[in-house]
């Protein structure tokens, strides 16, 4: 797929743009150079040491995407490049041949005769129409996919928002009504985010006053030794009634064996298909589908069976497309994360074809779901139309 896609690129900015010769040459070896940054990083994502992932990070994780959007660009850009072939071939029409001369006429003083066609100035000489459409599409292309990318980066990089979400549990008894929830997912700690964005996180958290703390999933990108100090601030986590982990795929894409009881030691409680009694209802919490590949996938019997159906319970499960096994197990209200909101517009859309919610609130029959983007973000230091953030909820009696 990267590879079509740069062959795609090269067609449209380096190909269709350039005469034979030194500049397309250029561009040939620029684009397969960035061919293969593409996947090399996302390879030493998972293979190089932390120090070593940061060389290539930046450089990588930004060209894709650029990459993304140009090509997502240059793809809506395809339909008025069509719309205007007739105008492009207009640019030939424009030049008519001349008539041939009569013979023994004097070339010098010659008038057209009736029926000839005189030689037309094209409206574009050099450029030709070709060349000014395919450039003036690079042009837009780029620079909307780069600023584009500018943009996004400040805001992955900015402070997660606080959205706040009042649910409604129809079992919830009326002495918890108020009772507030922080959720927090996809933090990523990798190569490009560290203490200091842990650090920051567990402020506004903290700022909230929330009755329960709920992290749920993709803390990190990497080994204990590599992130367990980044991690740390995460024992100052405060709430009334504690705070709560369950696993996301990339914990079993890190090594989740040392992060489970990593993430203990900073105080919180990781609930591995286990529920809790918190005053009027049940916290229960999933693993991650993607544990099933390390056996240690979630188990919704374990977790649900044997409680009081007349208490509410509350599931914290990573994947939105969990809900469909918490809906058949009566859960009340799902808490999930994964989807980063899509993170990168309109690469939600793609998003939406593997998860039933990508951000937000939804109901499927008697169970609510709610999903946070994440306060962090994986692969490109990238948001667009997806900021980063943390929730805060707030449970209703009805």
């Not at 188990?299 to 497309?321: C, F, N, T, W």
Request: hydrophobic share 45%; proline share 8%.
């Amino acid at each position: 797929m990267v590879g079509v896609i740069h062959w795609y690129l090269w067609r449209r900015l380096v190909r269709d743009t350039t005469r034979p010769g030194p500049w397309r040459r250029a561009g040939t070896v620029l684009i397969v150079v960035l061919a293969l940054l593409a996947p090399t990083t996302v390879i030493a994502g998972r293979t190089l040491p932390m120090a070593q992932q940061r060389v290539l990070a930046w450089p990588g994780y930004l060209w894709l995407s650029v990459m993304f959007l140009a090509f997502s660009i240059l793809l809506v850009l395809e339909l008025p490049r069509l719309a205007l072939r007739p105008w492009v071939r207009g640019a030939r029409r424009d030049v008519a041949e001349p008539a041939p001369a009569l013979v023994g006429a004097d070339q010098s003083t010659a008038t057209p005769q009736p029926g000839t066609v005189e030689p037309a100035t094209p409206d574009l000489p050099d450029p030709s129409r070709r060349l000014l459409l395919a450039r003036s599409a690079a042009i837009v292309a780029g620079l909307t996919a780069v600023g584009t990318t500018a943009v996004g980066t400040h805001t992955a990089l900015s402070a997660p928002r606080v959205a706040r979400q009042q649910i409604s549990l129809r079992k919830l008894p009326r002495s918890m009504d108020g009772f507030r929830i922080a959720v927090v997912s996809d933090i990523h700690l990798g190569p490009l985010l560290g203490r200091g964005h842990t650090q920051r996180i567990v402020d506004i958290i903290n700022r909230l006053d929330a009755d329960l703390v709920t992290v749920v999933g993709d803390l990190v990108d990497g080994t204990v030794a590599e992130l367990g100090s980044a991690a740390q601030p995460l024992a100052g986590l405060r709430s009334r009634r504690g705070s709560f982990f369950v696993t996301g795929n990339h914990e079993y894409f890190s090594g989740f064996q040392e992060w489970i009881p990593e993430v203990e030691s900073f105080g919180l409680t990781v609930l591995r298909n286990q529920r809790v009694e918190i005053d009027g209802l049940d916290l229960a919490g999933v693993n991650d589908v993607t544990g099933g590949n390390y056996g240690d996938g979630p188990d919704y019997e374990r977790a649900l069976s044997g409680r009081d159906p007349a208490k509410p319970v509350v599931l914290m499960a990573h994947q939105p497309i969990q809900v469909t096994d918490a809906q058949k197990h009566g859960v009340d209200l799902q808490l999930s994360g994964h989807t980063h909101g899509g993170q990168i517009f309109p690469f939600s859309y793609l998003v939406r074809l593997q998860q039933p919610v990508i951000s937000g609130y939804a109901r499927f029959g008697d169970t609510q779901l709610y999903v946070t983007r994440g306060a962090g973000f994986w692969g490109p230091p990238v948001r667009v139309g997806a900021p980063p953030d943390v929730t805060l909820i707030e449970l209703r009696a009805e």
